[in-house]
């Protein structure tokens, strides 16, 4: 049994592709559907011509925004991954197919997310390969509610 426990670090949203995320202090997650107001729940996401149940809700380790800035002197913010949950102290690559909370919420994580070009044209830096197999982790919502800053994530 994992006996890891992490924190909700950063909580973004965007209402449509190419905008710049934008922080929140809570947001909705919708079981089967996704986030309130998020570009992918209401099909204005890059990938909203092709749906994925497990594209729900995107996370990320804060862990490897301060690896990009140690190893690489790359300066990457919170907003501009461009994934909804910055998580502390969670092993996401290892949650693929496992299920856990966020606060009251529970997730199933689908598949280790792929960066982008997307994400270099947006931040303008040269970021696509050193973000390989550090680029999150895809999630489908089981149990809705509302998830916070500060909230626990924990194994289910």
């Not at 922080?23 to 990938?47: K, P």
């Amino acid at each position: 049994m994992a006996t890891w426990t992490g924190t909700v670090e950063h909580l973004h949203i965007v209402p449509r592709s190419f905008l710049p995320m934008r922080s929140m202090d809570r947001i909705e997650l919708v079981a089967g559907r996704g986030i309130t107001g998020d570009r992918y729940s209401t099909g204005d996401g890059f990938y909203s011509d092709r749906p994925e149940e497990g594209r729900q809700v995107t996370l990320f380790e804060i862990e490897t925004l301060e690896a990009l800035q140690r190893d690489h002197k790359v300066t990457l913010l919170p907003a501009e991954h461009r994934r909804n949950v910055t998580v502390r102290d969670v092993p996401l690559n290892h949650l693929v197919g496992q299920r856990f909370r966020i606060g009251p919420v529970l997730l199933e994580g689908t598949r280790l997310s792929t960066p982008c070009r997307h994400i270099e044209q947006i931040t303008g830096q040269e970021i696509f390969t050193i973000l390989l197999h550090r680029s999150g982790l895809h999630a489908r919502i089981l149990e809705g509610g509302e998830v916070a800053l500060g909230d626990t994530i924990r194994p289910e």
